[in-house]
């Protein structure tokens, strides 16, 4: 399996609302990454998980809360979004960049979230 | 990490090589150029990466030149599906730790491969 697969691919929701992005991957990589995406802008690194911990938090607000449960699985839970939260927000996993010398990433397509 | 500068857009016609450039004159000894695409709507793919020599594999060749100062992105017969923003990122790998994970994307080149 070469994928990270992420779901809800579409996600609207309301300002009050509380829902989740799922992403997860099975290559057996111990990084894991969220991005967010604005349209025509590239894409903006928000959170990076190694080795299942929080290795990096691009000050990111606290409406958005990662979670990794496992080395295969990774979350963002939102919660009191605001309308310019809208954008496609990417997944992406990688091994470690300190033992395989390199930042390869492989990303998943995406979950497109709406904020009404 | 060093900054790099690509032209906002090119165009290719299609089964014609597509040479895309990248400027990464602050580069240093330790920092790889890596290059990804994304295609409309879907998340980033990786191309191919490179220290010092140049690289081949079967998407496309990465051409560095003596100097580290720049590279060349080469897609030997562009076809439609190549229609894509490329991004040039230049990275170091250094000891194990957070700032390791951190690959930023910058503005990117959009080649339009026309038929």
């Known amino acids: 399996d070469t994928e990270v697969t992420q779901t809800p691919k579409h996600l609207v929701m309301g300002m009050t609302n509380k829902k989740s992005l799922k992403c997860e991957q099975h290559m057996g990589h111990r990084a894991m990454y969220w991005y967010k995406q604005k349209a025509k802008k590239p894409p903006e690194l928000m959170f990076v998980?190694?080795?299942?911990?929080?290795?990096i938090n691009e000050s990111v607000p606290s409406r958005f809360s990662p979670e990794c449960p496992n080395s295969s699985l990774l979350n963002l839970h939102l919660h009191a979004l605001q309308p310019e939260d809208s954008a496609l927000y990417l997944c992406a996993s990688s091994q470690d960049p300190a033992t395989s010398g390199a930042n390869v990433l492989t990303f998943g397509a995406g979950s497109r979230l709406t904020v009404l | 990490d060093a900054k790099t500068t690509q032209p906002p857009s090119m165009d290719c016609a299609e089964g014609r090589a597509a040479n895309l450039p990248c400027n990464h004159s602050?580069?240093?000894?330790?920092?790889?150029v890596y290059w990804y695409r994304q295609i409309h709507s879907q998340g980033p793919q990786y191309i191919i990466h490179?220290?010092?020599n140049n690289e081949t594999n079967e998407m496309a060749s990465l051409i560095i030149t003596e100097d580290r100062k720049s590279s060349t992105l080469i897609l030997p017969h562009a076809t439609l599906r190549d229609t894509a923003v490329y991004y040039c990122i230049v990275r170091g790998v250094g000891d194990s730790g957070g700032s390791n994970y951190k690959l930023t994307f910058g503005k990117g080149t959009l080649l339009t491969v026309n038929p």
């Open positions: 490179g220290l010092k």
């Open positions: 602050t580069i240093s000894g330790n920092e790889y």
């Open positions: 998980y190694s080795y299942e911990k929080l290795s």
